[in-house]
């Protein structure tokens, strides 16, 4: 099983500031990798896929980049609604998921 | 708008049967495009990927609860169907079922998921 593993655990960031998540997989993905975003008491919304393509309607202050072993999603600008929980999977050999980052407000 | 719903109950006694569907509005199962997902997540825990169907059947589970899990498909009715054996406490959880994005060439394979449904909590207790 590929295991992936999430940092921070926790992310405190002030709004309209930068916010840098990273996702490292325990064998290479290529780039198959999906971020997804989950507000407390909501199902998880599809962010970016392929490491760096955002899904339809997503704001272009998030993006997405690297490949193999080690990924970044970075919101370039908080805002108040992207305060939230955020989760890498990747799709390359089964299916599995990162244990998640909180961003809160600082 | 594609759209969907989980159902079933939301306790379910030790050792017992879960059992949960999720229906598909806003456009068909049947599609060749897609796989459909169950995906699980422990209160205050992260996500895990239970198994997935295409329309003709064809299924794909996660080696961990292979021996337990049977997804179903019934495309008259636009639903798919979870079911988990010999659930214990560790079975509680949210349960969402999703839309799966696949691959078919050069050789199969299961992506993102998207959308999700708002998911059905199931606690497991005597």
């Known amino acids: 099983e590929i295991v992936m593993t999430q940092s921070p655990a926790t992310l405190s960031v002030s709004p309209g500031e930068r916010a840098t998540l990273s996702c490292r997989a325990s064998?290479?993905?290529?780039?198959?990798l999906a971020w997804y975003q989950q507000k407390p008491g909501q199902a998880p919304r599809l962010l970016i896929y392929?490491?760096?393509t955002r899904a339809t309607g997503i704001p272009a202050r998030f993006s997405g980049s690297g490949s193999g072993t080690e990924f970044t999603l970075t919101i370039s600008s908080l805002q108040s609604e992207d305060f939230a929980v955020y989760y890498c999977?990747?799709?390359?050999?089964?299916?599995?998921f990162g244990g998640g980052t909180k961003v809160e407000i600082k | 708008q594609l759209q969907l719903q989980e159902s079933g109950p939301g306790l379910v006694k030790p050792s017992e049967t879960l059992s949960l569907t999720c229906t598909v509005s806003?456009?068909?199962?049947?599609?060749?495009?897609?796989?459909w997902g169950w995906i699980r997540q422990p209160p205050g825990k992260g996500l895990e990927w239970i198994g997935s169907?295409?329309?003709?059947?064809?299924?794909y589970y996660n080696p961990s609860l292979k021996s337990r899990v049977t997804i179903s498909v019934d495309t008259s009715k636009n639903q798919f169907s979870l079911k988990l054996s010999s659930v214990t406490a560790a079975d509680t959880a949210v349960y969402y079922c999703?839309?799966?994005?696949?691959?078919?060439?050069?050789?199969?394979?299961?992506?993102?998921?998207?959308?999700w449904g708002q998911g059905t909590l199931v606690t497991v207790s005597s």
């Open positions: 392929g490491a760096s």
């Open positions: 999977q990747q799709y390359n050999n089964e299916l599995t």
């Open positions: 806003g456009g068909s199962i049947s599609s060749s495009s897609y796989y």
């Open positions: 169907i295409y329309y003709s059947g064809s299924t």
């Open positions: 999703a839309r799966q994005n696949i691959v078919v060439v050069p050789a199969a394979r299961l992506d993102w998921f998207d959308p």
């Open positions: 064998q290479s993905v290529s780039s198959n």
